[in-house]
């Protein structure tokens, strides 16, 4: 029902706009059957599932969803949210949280957890042409869980045979990862140094939140503001638009929106 009320009621207004169809994980193949039916509007993109599950999403119990989304040339995105809900784990690894404020700082890990279940589990191998963008969790943490991961290659391999390069390869061209509650610190070159490590120029995609709360413009956000010209232009439109295959004038209108901002 949501995903013919975002079709009827979003993509049939604007041209402008991309959608993102939702799916229940608790039945895959359900799930790869409502991505068969809604993956062909041409402006449905990606397959938006949450954070909050009961097994990783390397698992090949999400294999039919993956195999679906490939087929039909969308992405999948993971966007943080129902961890504790009665269709998932708790919303952390050791328990229940007892604020929002420990809930929302610990929305990265489950991410990483994630993340490093689909490398692992060799679910881009199995599904070359798909991409995973990671939602609504920041960023910079990916860099030392990326030195954590090729250190552990080196010496674990044999258990993920099918892995043939280093995590800090496979994992920036796989995988994208939103702008929005990215962590912020006194020292933007540092900031900047974590987020070279990550390929950030190439794997970030501007996501301002927007209506949430929480949500800012390009202007208000700082490590961006003080990124190059070129980075900063690509992460605001181009990354997004070669991503999701938009043509050379929507590209143009990217550019264009970014450089006014």
């Known amino acids: 029902a949501y995903n013919d009320w975002l079709v009827a009621n979003w993509l049939a207004r604007d041209a402008r706009f991309l959608g993102s169809m939702l ?4 039945d895959p193949v359900a799930a ?3 991505i068969e039916r809604v993956g062909e509007h041409e402006r449905v993109v990606q397959v938006l599932l949450p954070s909050g599950t009961r097994l990783p999403y390397g698992s090949p119990y999400y294999h039919p969803i993956y195999a679906a989304a490939e087929r039909r040339g969308v992405h999948i995105a993971i966007h943080t949210g129902t961890e504790g809900s009665a269709t998932s784990n708790p919303p952390t690894a050791v328990g229940w949280p007892s604020t929002y404020m ?3 700082a610990a929305q990265a890990f489950n991410l990483a957890a994630h993340l490093t279940s689909l490398l692992t589990e060799g679910v881009f191998v199995a599904f070359p042409r798909l991409r995973f ?3 609504d969790g ?3 943490w990916l860099a030392p869980l990326l030195w954590r991961l090729d250190k552990n290659y080196k010496g674990l391999r044999v258990e993920c045979p099918w892995l043939t390069e280093l995590p800090s390869v496979a994992i920036p061209r796989h995988c994208r990862f939103g702008t929005h509650a990215i962590e912020r610190g006194n020292d933007d070159g540092l900031l900047w140094r974590l987020l070279d490590e990550i390929d950030g120029e190439q794997t970030l995609l501007w996501a301002s939140n927007y209506p949430r709360w929480d949500c800012e413009a390009p202007a208000d956000c700082a490590f961006l503001t003080r990124a190059a010209q070129d980075a900063r232009l690509r992460i605001l439109g181009g990354n997004a638009a ?3 295959g938009l043509s050379a004038r929507e590209r143009q209108a990217a ?3 970014a450089t006014s901002d």
């Open 102 to 104: 420990e809930w929302h």
């Open 255 to 257: 550019a264009m929106a």
């Open 138 to 140: 920041g960023a910079t």
């Open 133 to 135: 963008i990671f939602l």
């Open 23 to 26: 799916v229940a994980t608790q």
């Open 242 to 244: 070669a991503l999701y």
């Open 32 to 34: 790869a059957r409502e």
